[in-house]
């Protein structure tokens, strides 16, 4: 079983219709969770980071965690065409992003 | 601001060749990460730098791939020699510190024929 779980996809959304990306993780010690967003041959950018149970929201992205059940979402509202690409989950034990673990990734594809 | 550069963007060589890869990351990010992100797979780092120690090795195969960062700026990786399975994206970002965001380069595109 690999540290984080995602499922790979594709993920098919209609324009304006809301996107739910999920991951599953293993380790409960994780503090810190990560959303980033790679475009195909691109390199990957970091969207969101939550550290807390509950929601984070930032513009149409909204970022939900639940610790007791080791599980962290990306929910996407008005799924534009802009946003086809593949979101990669990263999970951390503390508030260091730079050990995360890093999900397979997810592809969006939102059609207009 | 520049972001991360990474050269070569592309590179072909024959198995058993060595291969070196460069990263300049962003002015003033003083710590510098080095992943491999294989086709349809997440990154997975192979070393983290602070400044110029390397803090994080523990997933680099080192009797094949060495890195360095000498004076805490530009670094290097290298793999010799290659091996078909090394073919991959090798991915540099860089942070102001261990617990910022990281931005990372357009990486190096390897392929071992």
């Known amino acids: 079983q690999k540290e984080v779980e995602q499922n790979s996809g594709p993920l098919s959304v209609p324009e304006g219709a809301i996107a739910s990306l999920n991951c599953t993780y293993s380790?409960?010690?994780?503090?810190?969770f990560f959303w980033y967003r790679q475009y195909s041959g691109k390199s990957p950018e970091l969207i969101m980071f939550?550290?807390?149970?509950g929601d984070k929201e930032d513009g149409r992205f909204t970022a939900q965690l639940n610790k007791a059940s080791q599980y962290v979402s990306l929910l996407i509202r008005d799924s534009q065409p802009s946003d086809s690409a593949t979101y990669l989950c990263?999970?951390?034990?503390?508030?260091?992003?730079?050990?995360?673990?890093f999900g397979d990734g997810t592809t969006l594809t939102v059609k207009p | 601001e520049a972001g991360v550069v990474q050269s070569p963007r592309y590179k072909i060589i024959e198995k058993k060749q060595p291969v070196a890869f460069w990263c300049n990351p962003i002015?003033?990010?003083?710590?510098l990460y080095w992943y491999l992100q294989n086709l349809g797979q997440g990154p997975e780092l192979l070393i983290r730098?602070?400044?110029?120690?390397?803090?994080?090795d523990s997933q680099l195969p080192k009797d094949r791939f060495s890195a360095e960062r000498l004076k805490g700026v530009d670094s290097t990786l290298k793999i010799q020699p290659a091996e078909l399975g090394d073919s991959a994206v090798y991915l540099c970002?860089?942070?102001?510190?261990?617990?910022?965001?990281?931005?990372f380069g357009p990486g190096t595109r390897l392929l071992v024929l």
């Open positions: 970002a860089s942070s102001r510190g261990v617990s910022e965001t990281q931005y």
């Open positions: 380790d409960r010690g994780s503090q810190s």
């Open positions: 939550i550290y807390s149970n």
């Open positions: 990263a999970v951390n034990r503390g508030t260091n992003a730079g050990k995360s673990t």
């Open positions: 002015s003033g990010h003083n710590t």
């Open positions: 730098y602070e400044n110029e120690e390397a803090v994080d």
